[in-house]
């Protein structure tokens, strides 16, 4: 577990629950033909659950549109995540917009702008960003002109920042609570490991989301961000987006990232 970058405490934990369910279940696993087979299937199991069990869908918005919140630290893949999300949801017959709420980092409005082309989804952008604009307003206008021209699905990217702070956390906040979005999806760098969780952990608290983001899980990253996330926060990971092209992009499915943390492929 910990060669595969889940958490200490996590580790800890999991090997708790294991070996009572070894202990539960020993007459099983010393009856069996194959008894590591046995054990494995526990194990397998056991993960399985932590992950969540099966793959979450979206929730629909009772009275259109269906607004999605995005949330994350700079760098973690937000805009790359959105136009690959609004790719998807076209796909399944909807009518995505993406709205530019990130008015800091810079380009992060033309690079919205791009990906947004690239999908040939049109993309809500009053401000030009690079520190100019109200990142609120932006927000509730996206949503308001998305119910105006009769899209099903708004996806806000928001502003992240290299490291966590107050301020951040305000910014999205206030986001948050103008637009009160149907999900709020936190992105998180597959890569980041241990850090994951103390990331993870500072979203929830300040700001609350509803379902987990892994991206760049096409690197050497076995997955253990997934079990420390799912197992510390109580919430599902929905999506998984693994390289650069906008179709590498997948729902998460829990028994397949048990195989990959057991090294299983």
Do not use: W
């Amino acid at each position: 577990l910990l060669d595969s970058d889940v958490a200490l405490s996590v580790a800890d934990s999991f090997s708790n629950q294991i070996l009572e369910k070894f202990t539960q279940n020993s007459d099983a696993i010393n009856r069996s033909t194959n008894p590591s087979q046995k054990i494995f299937e526990i194990v397998n199991q056991q993960l399985v659950e932590i992950l969540g069990g099966s793959a979450r869908r979206v929730r629909y918005a009772k009275v259109s549109p269906t607004v999605i919140l995005l949330t994350g630290l700079q760098g973690a893949g937000k805009t790359s995540f959105a136009g690959k999300l609004a790719n998807y949801l076209k796909i399944e017959g909807n009518t995505p917009i993406l709205v530019a709420a990130d008015l800091q980092r810079p380009n992060a409005v033309n690079q919205l702008q791009v990906v947004g082309q690239s999908v040939k989804v049109p993309v809500f952008a009053p401000e030009p960003g690079n520190g100019v604009g109200d990142p609120v307003s932006v927000a509730k206008a996206g949503v308001a002109f998305a119910r105006e021209k009769l899209h099903n699905f708004v996806i806000v990217d928001t502003a992240g920042r290299t490291g966590i702070d107050q301020e951040l956390m305000n910014q999205i906040v206030n986001v948050r609570d103008a637009v009160k979005p149907d999900e709020i999806l936190f992105v998180v760098d597959a890569m980041i490991g241990q850090d994951a969780v103390r990331t993870a952990k500072a979203f929830q608290e300040g700001v609350g989301f509803d379902g987990v983001v892994l991206t760049k899980l096409d690197g050497d990253a076995r997955g253990g961000a997934a079990l420390s996330i799912a197992k510390l926060t109580g919430l599902p990971i929905m999506f998984s987006s693994n390289g650069e092209k906008l179709t590498d992009f997948d729902i998460f499915y829990p028994d397949r990232m048990a195989s990959r943390i057991l090294g299983m492929g």
